[in-house]
């Protein structure tokens, strides 16, 4: 067995406790538990963290993030770097851990500091009249990752959270970010089939488009059209990928 540890510099004291996370995982404080797990660690220097534990793989995938691809782990570390490289809000990376059996990923972790913000998921999505202001503001943070040549993978609501400031200023802050990608230029279409999955509520995406567009300088009224011409399309191939497996009985 070997163990591959990324760690940022500026927390490189934790670097032998870190080394023996993996073994210790199970003594953390659950935060999720799906097919990711996370759970919440106090470090012996006394630093709050977030542990995530990435999901078993079918060996093939295994051997791709072995060979040709970095693991979910590795790009959780290296591209909450890059976000914050520019300029956005992320859980600052502490480290990420791969554990390798016979030259195969195994297992991996990404260490990040625990952030107290929440959600936007329960203001925007659950409440019955959603806060327009936030909305707002979820709009030029598509615009403004949109602008830097940065696609957050699954945008969706409860991988954007929020904290209010003293002064009722509000930040927004980026998480789940290993499917991200970075690029010279994005296209129009590419960034408005990017903007359609931040949510399936339609009052909400009506905003949140038209927003977006009034700030690039795009017709409001056509955009949105777009945008939930992608959605119904997405909602509609989700739709017929469920009744295949259903079909062919596979979970």
């Not at 970095?70 to 992320?90: E, H, M, V, W």
């Not at 990923?105 to 625990?114: N, Q, T």
Request: hydrophobic share 40%; aromatic share 10%.
């Amino acid at each position: 067995m070997k163990t591959r540890l990324k760690i940022n510099p500026s927390y490189s004291a934790l670097g032998d406790w870190l080394s023996r996370l993996p073994d210790d995982f199970g003594r953390g404080a659950v935060i999720y538990r799906g097919r990711n797990e996370l759970r919440r660690f106090t470090a012996p220097d006394g630093t709050d963290l977030v542990v995530k534990r990435f999901g078993s793989l079918p060996l093939f995938r295994r051997v791709i993030y072995s060979t040709v691809v970095r693991s979910k782990a590795r790009r959780s570390f290296d591209f909450g770097n890059r976000y914050i490289d520019l300029g956005f809000d992320t859980p600052t990376p502490v480290a990420c851990i791969e554990i390798y059996r016979g030259g195969i990923l195994a297992d991996a972790y990404f260490v990040s500091l625990h952030s107290s913000a929440k959600p936007l998921f329960e203001p925007l999505v659950k409440s019955e009249r959603f806060d327009s202001a936030l909305a707002d503001d979820v709009a030029q943070l598509m615009v403004d990752l949109h602008s830097k040549g940065a696609i957050h993978g699954d945008p969706n609501l409860k991988n954007i959270l929020y904290s209010r400031g003293d002064d009722a200023s509000v930040t927004l802050s980026l998480i789940d970010t290993n499917r991200s990608s970075f690029r010279r230029h994005i296209s129009k279409r590419a960034a408005l089939n990017n903007l359609m999955r931040v949510s399936h509520r339609r009052d909400l995406m009506r905003q949140i488009a038209g927003r977006y567009a009034t700030l690039r300088g795009l017709d409001p009224i056509k955009t949105v059209d777009k945008v939930f011409a992608s959605l119904n399309r997405f909602e509609r191939n989700r739709t017929f990928r469920h009744r295949l497996k259903h079909i062919f009985g596979i979970n």
